[in-house]
């Protein structure tokens, strides 16, 4: 099955220019305006039947479970229970590694080349926890490999968190390696994914991945506001929530002994705080329908066949290139880099810009990210645009 080509009209940004900014955010997407409506429809309804469905509305409730469904399938995971929702991908992250039952000794290992979203909770936590956060340093070539990250860990390594593509260079982590070698060892694998989930298939459970974290709103679709956290049961056996509030799997033990109890300690939804953003659950629940029915695969084959054309189109325009031409090593964004090239890359950015090409330029490097609405034609609007520069 091909991408539909109508997928484009979707995408409000992707038709007023050539947009090839989705690892930075998919600008938006039309299901997101009618999910809203929905929401503040089935809102009204609600509210005016006097509705209850626990701490909240049901009909909330009802929506964000089978949000729970899909965001399963989507990862790969081990069941709905173990979906919880979170504002962004830092936040489950942060919930995770604050929450865990770390021992003097331990330590947690990552990489120099990750995003704040990771890096930044992994050293909080090990300050305030106690616990040494080993830093695989970066390679001159920007790469990350799964031996590294594992001959960087001991016998006390308790967690390796990591991203699945890297969102400075588009550097695609073998996860089905690394994963294998965590769960033979005891060690427990976080994934921030946000930069690959809607865009490649994703394999918790087959690849030995124990959480994943991720906003919505760059592959899949949704709005900036929403994001969630998958976590299994034996990683959730470790992990205390952050915040205590009323759920479906906390619970307030009255005296004579106060206590907050965990009704289903195994269940991810014992991280969740409180009054979780509705609106956003509506968006992300809309978009990963609409994704999964589109098939992951397929989205990757159209993504993957774009990478390869602009791949080859600026290798014979004699750019250079950082990114890989394996399959395995990127999930759609192709990495420009100017250093002895014979031009300057920030020009080269703002005369596509200029041409109404939305890309980012950032750590001395053009960043092309491609979605699911891109097309040929986008790729050779960029293509001629890169052309007319190299010779003018």
């Known amino acids: 099955m091909s991408i539909p080509s109508n997928v484009k009209e979707l995408f409000p940004a992707a038709k007023r220019c050539t947009y090839f900014d989705v690892a930075y955010d998919c600008g938006g997407c039309l299901l997101g305006r009618s999910s809203a409506q929905r929401f503040f429809d089935d809102w009204e309804v ?5 509705e209850r469905g626990g701490p909240g509305r049901g009909v909330f409730f009802r929506e964000l479970d089978e949000a729970r469904e899909y965001l399963n399938e989507l990862v790969g995971g081990t069941g709905p229970q173990q979906i919880a929702f979170a504002r962004n991908t830092n936040e489950g992250i ?35 926890k106690g616990f040494e956060v080993r830093v695989l340093p970066e390679r001159d070539d920007k790469k990350i490999f799964a031996e590294e990250l594992i001959a960087l860990a001991d016998e006390h390594t308790r967690i390796i968190a990591v991203s699945h593509v890297q969102s400075a260079t588009g550097w695609c982590l073998d996860l089905a390696k690394l994963g294998s070698w965590c769960r033979a060892n005891g060690v427990f694998l ?6 690959s989930l809607g ?18 709103y760059k592959g899949l679709c949704g709005s900036e506001s929403a994001g969630f956290v998958y976590a299994d049961s034996e990683l959730l056996k470790h992990v205390s929530p952050v915040y205590s509030a009323a759920g ?3 619970s307030l033990k009255r005296g004579p002994e106060w206590a907050v109890e965990y009704t289903d300690p195994g269940s991810a939804r014992k991280l969740e705080n409180s009054t979780l953003d509705n609106l956003g659950g509506y968006i992300l629940n809309d978009s990963v329908k609409w994704l999964l029915g589109l098939g992951i695969e397929n989205i990757w084959e159209h993504v993957n066949g774009l990478y390869h054309y602009l791949y080859d189109g600026l290798k014979a325009l004699g750019m250079d290139i950082l990114s890989s031409e394996d399959d395995g090593e990127h999930a759609g964004s192709l990495l420009l880099k100017g250093a ?46 890169v052309k007319e520069f190299k010779t003018r």
């Open 46 to 50: 609600s509210a005016a039947e006097n």
């Open 94 to 128: 942060n919930a995770l590694l604050q929450g865990f039952d770390f021992r003097e000794g331990d330590n947690i290992v990552t990489d120099a080349g990750e995003h704040q979203s990771v890096i930044m909770p992994c050293l909080n936590a090990g300050r305030g």
């Open 190 to 195: 976080i994934v921030d994914a946000i930069q």
């Open 199 to 216: 865009i490649k298939p994703f394999h918790a459970e087959e690849w030995g991945v124990d959480a994943v974290a991720a906003g919505s």
């Open 248 to 250: 479906f799997a906390v």
């Open 340 to 385: 002895g090239a014979g031009y300057d890359l920030e020009e080269l950015f703002e005369f596509l810009r200029s041409n109404n090409i939305a890309l980012t330029y950032a750590h001395g490097h053009i960043r092309i990210s491609i979605g699911v609405f891109n097309t040929k034609e986008d790729a050779d609007v960029l293509l001629a645009a």
